[in-house]
């Protein structure tokens, strides 16, 4: 495959390099936005650092290794130049995507895999036609060097050679890739997370219950049975019967779809809009958000161990 390109060196586009440079693969970056290139290396090398902490980053591994192993370009045709794989994951604009991947026909080798790491948009209608038997969607989640999901989704002219051949490098990256048939937006995880935000807002907007015992009542109940089972496999536990029942008695009224959450707007109106705010549902208590972004991944990298060593109840 010879050396891979990312377009876009945000949040996802280094932590995409720093899975692929750590599975041995010479990686080229980069973005529009010189301020974005300039701290690129100490993201990694911060996201780096964690991984060595907890024993989760190959042997042999420091910043100077990894600034040999990808390269921040400047320029988008020292980038993709001869690569064979192009990841882009710039913002999820749709004429920005489409701009861009007509600058990547015209720049990247005929053979070359063109994969977008686009969240919820159909990037297949901006993609030029003779590019299509060789594009897909190769779609991580944050952070990517912690969270081994990765959707790998074709479009109606995807060659299944290469949706096979793309879903084997996942694995060869030591991750998970969940084969879709076909573009859906959100794919998988997003739409099940989908769900449960539409139901989190309304018991929040409608007074039901504080965020806090919210997500006690996620961490403590839902979340606990989710990693050994999964949800169909808890199903089967619970006994298919109940299930049945309980889908029968429609105890359940899903929420009407919504495109906005009273507490959510009042929490943005207030400038209370996340941890890079100091504040969101939750006060963070004036702590930097590299550093919670690092306690964050610390507390991921033990559960991921842990797990590990637990292992899934698994059926055939």
């Not at 280094?14 to 290139?37: M, S």
């Not at 749709?94 to 977008?116: H, I, M, Q, T």
Request: charged share 20%; with cysteine; net charge negative.
């Amino acid at each position: 495959m010879g050396e891979i390109a990312i377009v876009g060196g945000g949040v996802m586009g280094h932590g995409i390099a720093l899975v692929l440079a750590l599975a041995g693969h010479g990686v080229r970056l980069t973005d529009t936005r010189p301020e974005t290139r300039a701290r690129i290396p100490a993201l990694m090398d911060s996201a780096l650092a964690t991984l060595r902490e907890a024993g989760a980053a190959p042997e042999g591994w420091d910043a100077a290794r990894l600034a040999r192993a990808v390269r921040v370009e400047a320029e988008l045709g020292a980038a993709v130049s001869g690569a064979g794989l192009v990841i882009e994951a710039i913002t999820e604009d749709p004429e920005a995507k489409g701009a861009l991947f007509s600058e990547l026909d015209r720049l990247c080798p005929a053979d070359a895999v063109l994969a977008s790491n686009t969240s919820y948009l159909d990037v297949f209608p901006l993609i030029p036609e003779r590019r299509q038997a060789r594009a897909l969607i190769l779609h991580w989640y944050t952070p990517p060097y912690i969270v081994d999901l990765v959707d790998v989704v074709p479009g109606p002219g995807t060659d299944p050679a290469v949706i096979a051949a793309m879903a084997e490098f996942v694995r060869g990256l030591g991750q998970v890739p969940i084969v879709l048939k076909r573009f859906i937006p959100g794919y998988v995880a997003n739409r099940i997370q989908q769900a449960i935000s539409a139901e989190v807002f309304r018991l929040l907007d409608e007074g039901v219950a504080a965020p806090r015992d919210i997500d006690d009542a996620i961490v403590h109940g839902l979340a606990l049975r989710i990693p050994i089972l999964g949800h169909l496999a808890k199903a089967d536990f619970t006994g298919l019967e109940l299930t049945q029942r309980a889908l029968a008695n429609g105890s359940y009224a899903p929420p009407p779809p919504r495109t906005r959450s009273e507490t959510l707007d009042a929490l943005c109106a207030a400038g209370r809009t996340g941890v890079m705010a100091g504040r969101g549902y939750f006060d963070w208590g004036g702590r930097a958000p590299e550093e919670l972004f690092r306690e964050r991944d610390r507390k991921l990298l033990a559960l991921k161990a842990a797990m590990a060593g637990i292992g899934r109840m698994e059926g055939t």
